[in-house]
């Protein structure tokens, strides 16, 4: 069954305000600060220092150093090969090494809330329902050059010339299926590197082909915003929406038309999926939601709920996933770490020290890891305009593995919490 399918060979609309709905008043951002968006070639507004390690019982897992900046709340993180690209509501997108600034660059929209880094490109997704692609210079690794837009100017003039090209959206509006509607929420690359996937609060999902950097499919996916969206191997799409479901698709192609096709519905809720994170086999797949519970399911032949992890108080914001490690933040202001081993996930440790919501994580292998003990490099965005990096253990001693909490399966009585994009 096909869900509003647009597709045929291959960038600016109306936005919303952000709304981050939740429990505490100051998981939101209009109730933090205001925007102070700055430019990207005055001096660096962070401020980096060390702290005390704030960690739960844990000795190998503690805070590494802190950036602390002052031009607008930490939306969205990407690392690669220690170059960490941080994302937030100014217009600036800025790239760090070994703890200081490497490279900055502007856009033309605030809001940065999704960052994809595949080979020398960097897609980075805006509130404008715009994709922006940077290059890295083979020949100077700080110098980043915008070389494009997605959808890209002449796409648009060529789909807009005929009437089939536009279908209608909130408010009685229409738009060409090549454009986000709203503001782009998440973004995702497949394994292949071939197709890049982006999520917004206009409710649908495009596929992007990224040889030819054109738009080939739209899918009307869910009732509200969509707030995450994986790829994975073998074609298969997982979306999470403020409309409390999580879908699975996958991708079927007939020579050079792609669709996708919803195979299996895994979870439907009152509270919103803020969340979704896949382990590196695609074997696991994780949900975080608006009550502060990350449901699990485990795939055999087909996918299937394994249990829940429970950590937080308040709304879980993103997950990621490294090693046999799950990592969540939560707009309680904390990280909880857990290790999978088998079908028992124990509770490792709580990373505490962020003052406001943590927004986003990501992970790369600790590169000073040695035997048996394999360390990660753990960095999280927050609401409270600082990023902080963290060293952490996939060592579990027995007196810890005895004492943690593990994951709890059957049914829970779910509490209703209103929806909302994140």
Request: glycine share 8%; charged share 20%; hydrophobic share 35%.
């Amino acid at each position: 069954m096909v869900h509003n399918v647009f597709t045929t060979t291959d960038e600016d609309f109306a936005f919303s305000a952000y709304d981050l709905c939740s429990q505490s008043a100051d998981a939101s951002p209009t109730m933090m600060s205001p925007w102070n968006p700055t430019s990207p070639f005055m001096k660096s507004p962070w401020s980096n220092f060390n702290e005390t390690v704030l960690t739960t019982n844990l000795p190998q897992n503690g805070l590494i150093g802190s950036f602390v900046r002052k031009e607008g709340h930490i939306y969205s993180l990407s690392v690669k090969n220690g170059i960490l690209y941080t994302g937030s509501d100014s217009k600036n997108i800025r790239a760090w090494k070994n703890m200081k600034e490497f490279d900055a660059f502007k856009s033309n929209s605030g809001f940065v809330k999704a960052i994809i880094i595949s080979g020398d490109k960097i897609f980075t997704g805006h509130q404008d329902g715009k994709i922006r692609v940077w290059k890295i210079s083979s020949k100077n690794p700080s110098n980043h050059k915008r070389v494009g837009i997605l959808p890209m100017f002449f796409d648009i003039f060529k789909a807009s010339i005929r009437p089939k090209n536009y279908v209608e959206v909130k408010g009685k509006r229409t738009t060409l299926w090549i454009k986000h509607a709203d503001a782009i929420s998440c973004m995702s690359m497949n394994p292949e590197q071939e197709f890049l996937y982006s999520g917004s609060w206009d409710r649908t999902f495009k596929v992007w082909r990224v040889s030819s950097s054109k738009c080939v499919e739209s899918v009307k996916a869910h009732d509200d915003a969509v707030n995450s969206v994986v790829a994975t191997l073998d074609g298969v799409v997982y979306t999470g929406s403020a409309d409390g479901a999580v879908k699975v698709w996958k991708r079927e192609q007939n020579g050079r038309y792609i669709r996708h096709v919803l195979v299996q519905k895994l979870l439907s809720q009152e509270c919103a999926i803020t969340a979704l994170a896949v382990n590196k086999s695609g074997s696991v797949l994780y949900s975080g939601s608006s009550d502060g519970l990350v449901n699990f399911w485990e795939r055999e032949k087909q996918l299937s709920h394994g249990g829940i992890l429970r950590g937080h108080k308040l709304p879980v914001l993103c997950l990621a996933t490294a090693g046999n490690l799950v990592v969540s933040g939560s707009a309680d202001k904390t990280i909880c770490v857990w290790r999978k081993e088998a079908a028992v996930h124990t509770f490792l440790s709580v990373l505490s020290g962020h003052t406001g919501p943590v927004k986003c994580l990501t992970v790369e292998k600790d590169k000073e890891s040695s035997g048996g003990d394999q360390k990660w490099v753990v960095y999280s965005g927050s609401l409270d305009k600082s990023v902080k990096v963290w060293s952490v253990s996939e060592m579990v001693s027995d007196t810890q593995q005895m004492a943690m909490v593990q994951h709890v399966r059957g049914d829970i009585n779910w509490e209703s919490i209103l929806s909302a994009r994140y």
